[in-house]
T-cell receptor
Framework: KAGVTQTPRYLIKTRGQQVTLSCSPI?????VSWYQQTPGQGLQFLFE???????NKGNFPGRFSGRQFSNSRSEMNVSTLELGDSALYLC????????????FGPGTRLTVL | AQTVTQSQPEMSVQEAETVTLSCTYD???????LFWYKQPPSRQMILVIR??????QNATENRFSVNFQKAAKSFSLKISDSQLGDAAMYFC???????????FGAGTRLTVKP
């Protein structure tokens, strides 16, 4: 079974631009969570989608948004990019409860110049 | 708010030896999950082991075992017979039963010396 895939793997943007990252979960997984990983703040939860609905949200500004499609694929969008948005963005998928293991993708490395 | 603390930024172990990574957490919940994830230099996070809070028995997965002390809110990871492939960042993580919002510690970088 294929793992979680994320595209693109690397991205370079400039301040003020917007970016869209994509995540394809493992087949059958309906929950997709997004995390931001930086050296300074570590791993921080962004949001979780389940059945096309945002179920949980972390403490990030409204510039960070996401959505989930009927096939469970998810996208996250960051508008008006700031230098501090440079990070590794990880996506993780899981079954619905009680299956609780999250499987992570390889991440998208975003660099904002 | 739930927090996870890993007090050891870096640890080193000799190949074939045993090492223990520490993790403490803070929560007011009684039901939750605890995890140890491994992130090798390739960056793909891999689940090493998990523990349900209601289970008193410590989880074990081959060379990996945990020491779960619920009252002390402590969740350490023991790696036995360390191998070169164990070198990675190790993250302790917490989540409640009903929420996929996983809280991670800052991580411990484990080096394995041949």
């Amino acid at each position: 079974k294929a793992g979680v895939t994320q595209t693109p793997r690397y991205l370079i943007k400039t301040r003020g631009q917007q970016v869209t990252l994509s995540c394809s979960p493992i087949s059958g997984h309906r929950s997709v969570s997004w995390y931001q990983q930086t050296p300074g703040q570590g791993l921080q939860f962004l949001f979780e989608y389940f059945s096309e609905t945002q179920r949980n949200k972390g403490n990030f500004p409204g510039r960070f948004s996401g959505r989930q499609f009927s096939n469970s694929r998810s996208e996250m969008n960051v508008s008006t990019l700031e230098l501090g948005d440079s990070a590794l963005y990880l996506c993780a998928s899981s079954f619905e409860q009680p299956y609780n293991e999250q499987f992570f993708g390889p991440g998208t490395r975003l660099t904002v110049l | 708010a739930q927090t996870v603390t890993q007090s050891q930024p870096e640890m080193s172990v000799q190949e074939a030896e045993t090492v223990t990574l520490s993790c403490t957490y803070d929560t007011s919940e009684s039901d939750y999950y605890l995890f140890w994830y491994k992130q090798p230099p390739s960056r793909q996070m891999i689940l090493v082991i998990r523990q349900e809070a209601y289970k008193q028995q410590n989880a074990t997965e081959n060379r990996f075992s945990v020491n779960f002390q619920k009252a002390a809110k402590s969740f350490s990871l023991k790696i036995s017979d360390s191998q070169l492939g164990d070198a990675a960042m190790y993250f302790c993580a917490y989540r409640t039963y009903n929420n996929n919002d996983m809280r991670f510690g800052a991580g411990t970088r484990l080096t394995v010396k041949p």
